[in-house]
């Protein structure tokens, strides 16, 4: 399917809005929204599953997630895939990984969407072997290639979300595995070799 970011620039202005929207009613609000995040394998931590990319944990913690994601957005708007639907795929994929898988802990913000668009981007764009899809896959990796490797490990530290970042960058790989595979099928793409 094929749209242009002239088209999509609505929505993604929209999404972004309301991270801050958000972001600025928990300031004023005498209850903390940031403590609706993903908490693993409690049943209130479900409902951060949809919630987590909205919440934010502080000031730097938003302005530092927004910046790349508008990015990632834009690029994705660009795309064949139907970024909405790809999107809310990564969330849900990524934040049921994290909520079997992930520590304990509140997990929130959009950063797991960060690295689940980096890593949808650059498996997509690689499957597709489209001069377009390798040069987003390619400026991806160089913008964000080593962050992702680094960001996904233990290492970093107990305060970041190091576990939420590894589920979504499974889920958006998968997930763009998956998405070529189809396409390539049903939308008449010449037929990729399937991984033996």
Do not use: Q
């Not at 959009?110 to 390619?138: N, P, Q, W």
Request: with cysteine; net charge positive; charged share 10%.
């Amino acid at each position: 399917m094929k749209h242009s970011i002239r088209d999509e620039f609505h929505g993604v202005a929209v999404f972004v809005g309301a991270m801050w929207a958000v972001y600025l009613l928990d300031l004023i609000l005498p209850i903390r929204l940031a403590a609706w995040g993903i908490v693993p394998r409690t049943l209130w931590g479900l409902v951060g599953i949809p919630l987590c990319p909205f919440l934010h944990a502080s000031w730097t913690h938003l302005v530092g997630n927004t910046v790349p994601l508008v990015i990632l957005l834009m690029l994705l708007a660009g795309s064949r895939t139907r970024s909405w639907e790809t999107v809310a795929e990564i969330v849900l994929a990524g934040g049921g990984l994290l909520w079997l898988f992930g520590r304990s802990a509140d997990h929130v913000g959009a950063s797991g969407l960060v690295y689940g668009l980096i890593a949808f981007l650059i498996v997509a764009g690689f499957r597709e072997k489209r001069l377009v899809s390798l040069l987003v896959a390619m400026l991806v990796g160089f913008l964000y290639g080593w962050s992702l490797l680094w960001s996904v490990l233990p290492t970093i530290g107990s305060h970041v979300s190091w576990d939420g970042h590894l589920c979504s960058a499974i889920a958006g790989a998968w997930l763009g595995y998956r998405v070529v595979k189809t396409k390539t099928r049903a939308e008449g793409y010449p037929a990729l070799p399937d991984a033996a």
